[in-house]
């Protein structure tokens, strides 16, 4: 099957920046996912990369490399409500969503 | 706009009885997933559907049945439950399956199940 791999946990301190890696299979790779997911609740919809380079919206961005199988979301100025997991999830073209492991991302006043 | 529910939210089994978890979504979307979330191991793809009357298996189908009468409803059945079945279990909707340009998914609150 499709591996992705991601850091199982990550700490930072509000107000820093913090990029959370993704890397995953390049075989029949179509778009990259990032997905939320506060404790106890649903996956919310953060981003999709189809094309190579940066995509920026509000203070979260995210990063796509096909050649590499390589993928990071960014996040600024972080809040105490950025503490939560995220998942990032490869679309497979004629199958479908493969998710990694997801990060618990922790942030500390 | 409910979006995708789910019920039940919380649910506590024996071992082998059987039960439905029920999934629906109002954005008439064509393309239904039912995933489980395990600790350390992210969701796991256990049946999907491209339309009504259309169901495939995911990664991890075995013990559990889907169906697809129409294009709101997806319920999973547990056909006898184990142990290993005690997860949480999402159900997600989208516009379009997954071949060719992919579409979000919108993912129910989930059901919480624990099977004893």
């Known amino acids: 099957g499709q591996n992705i791999d991601q850091p199982t946990e990550m700490t930072a301190t509000e107000g820093a920046i913090v990029q959370i890696n993704c890397t995953y299979q390049t075989s029949g790779f179509n778009g990259l996912f990032w997905y939320q997911q506060h404790a106890g609740e649903a996956p919310t919809f953060l981003s999709y990369?189809?094309?190579?380079g940066l995509e920026e919206k509000g203070r979260f961005s995210s990063f796509l490399s096909r050649s590499k199988g390589y993928s990071y979301l960014l996040l600024k100025e972080l809040q105490m409500k950025d503490s939560a997991s995220y998942l990032c999830a490869s679309d497979l073209v004629g199958q479908n969503f493969v998710f990694g492991p997801g990060t618990r991302l922790s942030v500390l006043p | 706009n409910a979006g995708v529910t789910q019920t039940p939210k919380f649910q506590v089994l024996k071992t082998g009885q059987s039960m439905t978890l029920q999934c629906a979504q109002d954005m008439n979307h064509e393309y239904m997933s039912w995933y489980r979330q395990d600790p350390g191991m992210g969701l796991r793809l256990i049946h999907y559907?491209?339309?009504?009357?259309?169901?495939d298996q995911g990664e991890v189908p075995n013990g559990y049945n889907v169906s697809r009468s129409t294009t709101e409803d997806f319920p999973l059945r547990l056909l006898s439950a184990a142990p290993s079945q005690t997860s949480v279990y999402f159900c997600?909707?989208?516009?379009?399956?997954?071949?060719?340009?992919?579409?979000?998914?919108?993912f129910g609150p989930g059901t919480r199940l624990t099977v004893l």
């Open positions: 997600a909707s989208s516009y379009s399956s997954t071949s060719g340009r992919a579409d979000t998914q919108y």
């Open positions: 990369n189809v094309l190579d």
């Open positions: 559907s491209v339309g009504a009357g259309i169901t």
